[in-house]
């Protein structure tokens, strides 16, 4: 590699978080929604680093942790049908539905397969016509151009053996749940850059005009966060709210057109159960009617009855922020990524997880 | 220093995961149309691997452009500084891993 990144520059990163602590005279909290924002904070040390008065909360952006419980469960069931090969995606093998995890489907015979891209599902329908493939497509905006497409190719290529179950959630409604629990008290948001690069930014200008809250699309690299972060804390700080574009090296205004009318060919927004969380409403893509021979749901009339969470797992509460992962009784004793009680502590997306493997990192050099 | 150290512990204790919610830049090495002609696919370089990516997306990118690819779609073309710097902070990651993984599937 010919460049050093700058943004991995300790002295650029210690120059913004100088400017934090100057700037910030009162107590504020934040929120970076996406899992790989508090992925980055927790493993680049940065939480450690930002002044007392700067709190940031860890918000619902962990696609494989939001999914609810009862999809998880109609995955397994999938999985363990005769003639189905379910693919997904690594982490999501791991969650635990309310019997066991689509892993311990796999170890007892079931073709459940790892995928890197749901296009590579379609190339398998295509090699086992005498099988059926399901795509377990979870995500966020940034993976619905991908799951669509794969309905898309099997469309164009005649594979009529391959359908997805989708569990797709979108930030901008999240966002909303979160600001309207009064337990929450965010007073500005990190929206995630590379969901931005897919659907843009407008969705999030009513946000801001609604909860008079400053929102900043922010990358993911220490630079990029601490300087979302700063330009947060400068608008807190003068009681202004706006919407800005940290990440506009990459995220454009309007976002990817063909990525967006490729979405919008195949999904509708839908209401959406998030895990820990619940229903919220306009939050999720569910296929068109058109597109109805690809889902999984109806193809294999799939009724799983809904089974209530672990009452020791609070993860809808360390998913909206009000509690941090360390805070919970089970934290690293009941509940480890060996043994996750609850989602978070599974995908390192997930709050709990980096917090686990954060704090194993501090015990080992104590 | 003591920063330093937490740092390399916690990145080696995190190798096994992913992130699915980030895109990996790469460079275009060569394009073929399929579908008839309606998709063009890449193989795209990150690194030493080389994996396949829907240019669907970016209907722009050309041989020898750098494009983020998430799940086996490119998103966004990006210059080749950025994609250097970036590539170069997902390997230090260890987020790179899971391409290598997901390379014999």
Known sequence: MKFISEYRDQELVAQYLDEIRRVATRPWTIMEVCGGQTHSLVKNGILQMLPENVRMVHGPGCPVCVTPLHMIDKAIYLAEKKGIILCSYGDMLRVPGSKHSLLESKAAGADVRILYSPLEAVKIAKEHPDREVVFFAVGFETTAPANALSVLHAQRAGVTNYTILTSHVLVPPAIEAVMQDEDAHIEGFLAAGHVCTIVGISEYYPLVEKFKIPIVVTGFEPVDLVQGILMTVRQLEKGEYQLENQYSRVVRPEGNPEAIKVIETVFEVCDREWRGIGNIPMSGYELRPEYAAYDANLKFDVHIEKVPESAECIAGLVLKGIKKPHECPQFGKKCTPQMPLGAPMVSSEGACAAYYHFSQAMEAIV | ?105
Not at chain 2, 27 to 55: H, P
Not at chain 2, 56 to 76: Q, R, T
């Open chain 2, 1 to 105: 220093m003591h920063k330093t150290i937490q740092r390399e512990v916690s990145i080696k204790q995190s190798k096994t995961f992913n992130i699915m919610c980030l895109a990996i830049p790469g460079k275009i090495a060569t394009i073929e149309n399929r579908f008839d002609g309606a998709v063009r696919f890449a193989k795209v370089q990150f690194g030493g691997i080389t994996k396949e990516a829907s240019l669907e997306m970016v209907p722009a990118a050309k041989e020898g452009d750098y494009v983020l690819v998430h799940v086996g779609v490119a998103i966004s073309i990006v210059n080749e500084e950025e994609a250097q710097k970036t590539f170069e902070y997902l390997s230090q990651i260890g987020e790179i891993d899971e391409l290598i993984e997901h390379t014999q599937v």
